[in-house]
């Protein structure tokens, strides 16, 4: 005699023991990931600010740059940053930059598009390298091997919602399972 009873994917998963401890994991992870941007977001916060006043001004910002194109793409920069427009900006506002701000602080050149050179930076580690280079083939929609605001952009937000609706869908869908008596 067969019985078959449905079962929830995430019920499955959850007795399995696989699916709540590796998103609990993730989660973690990018917690983590957070507190260390948001310490180094500080860090060069305080370098920045070299009198102290708890605010970075146009000047202090542009202060290493000593290339005229440099300066304009600073002052560029930092407009983007100060998103009250009050002429400083304050650590919140230095800590929460848009995807628009990294682009441009990565596109050296100012040309409009990354290369994988931009994109990868400083990085020198084999093993940050190849992440760097996964992620750029992923974002170049077009192959281009060149990275547009917009293939930079999107896919954060895009790859969220699919990974919402995927998760959505799993937990209302059934699954049949069968015990073999």
């Keep these: 005699m067969a019985v078959a009873c449905f079962l929830s994917v995430g019920s499955l998963s959850a007795a399995e023991g696989k699916g709540p401890e590796k998103a609990a994991a993730r989660k973690a992870k990018r917690q983590e990931a957070a507190k260390k941007a948001a310490k180094r977001a500080e860090e ?20 290493r740059r000593r290339k005229p194109e440099a300066a304009k793409r600073a002052e560029e920069l930092f407009k983007m940053l100060d998103k009250d427009e009050d002429g ?3 650590l919140d506002e230095f800590q929460v930059k848009p995807p628009e701000f990294r682009f441009k602080s990565m596109d050296k050149d100012g040309d409009g598009v990354l290369t994988f050179d931009e994109y990868k930076g400083r990085r020198t580690k084999e093993e940050d390298v190849e992440r760097a280079e996964q992620r750029f083939k992923a974002l170049d929609q077009d192959g281009d091997k060149k990275l547009t605001l917009e293939e930079f952009t999107p896919k954060r937000k895009k790859a969220a919602k699919t990974r919402g609706k995927r998760a959505a869908r799993k937990k209302s869908q059934p699954k049949p399972v069968q015990a073999v008596k």
């Design 44 to 63: 060069q916060f305080k370098r920045l600010d070299k009198d102290g006043d708890g605010k970075i001004c146009l000047e202090e910002f542009k202060a």
């Design 88 to 90: 400083a900006v304050c």
